[in-house]
């Protein structure tokens, strides 16, 4: 049975030949109905070179009356993995078909290390004037997190890869079995 969470929030992702495309929507009506708006989702990028582990936060706030708005992005990568993997957080607003409109920015582009995590954010921006008072689900706002350079063994020789994956197999077993 959904949720009002379930009807609110929604992700999906995409494979890329060099990474990952994790596609965070939230319905606008929901955003409309609340003044501000936090949520944390964990999720993994089902890689099958180096698979990684994440949280994202996100708080969105917004005045109405004004039209203005504020959305932090908070993205912490969770595995052990030792290599870097690109990520490039980008906010926007998209209609139903996954078209963007007027609004985009990113909100960083940095490599994230095991154990680590990037902040950034959107302060005070202005809504399109047709989102301002728009009440409706066919609006989303939408937080796309770019991985890259999570495909690429260049940099590793085969011997450092075996033991990566053996250590990151080793260390999800023992977290099923507490």
């Avoid at 999720?43 to 996100?58: E, R, Y």
């Avoid at 954010?121 to 004037?129: C, E, F, R, T, V």
């Avoid at 450092?160 to 197999?169: I, Q």
């Amino acid at each position: 049975m959904a949720t009002d969470y379930d009807r609110t929030f929604r992700t999906s992702q995409q494979r890329t030949p060099n990474g990952h495309n994790i596609y965070c929507l939230i319905s606008v009506q929901s955003l409309v109905a609340r003044q501000t708006w936090p949520c944390t989702l964990n999720f993994s990028s089902n890689c099958h070179v180096f698979p990684t582990t994440w949280t994202l936060g996100i708080v969105y706030r917004q005045v109405q009356e004004t039209g203005r708005f504020s959305c932090s992005v908070t993205l912490r990568r969770n595995d052990s993995l030792n290599i870097l993997v690109n990520a490039h957080v980008l906010v926007s607003f998209v209609n139903r078909n996954g078209r963007v409109i007027r609004f985009q920015q990113t909100i960083f582009n940095d490599p994230i290390l095991p154990d680590h995590e990037r902040q950034g954010s959107i302060y005070d921006a202005l809504l399109p004037a047709y989102l301002r008072f728009l009440n409706s689900q066919d609006i989303e706002l939408q937080v796309t997190i770019f991985f890259r350079s999570c495909h690429s063994t260049r940099n590793f020789q085969p011997i450092t890869l075996t033991r990566l994956k053996h250590d990151e197999n080793r260390r999800r077993l023992v977290e099923r079995s507490l």
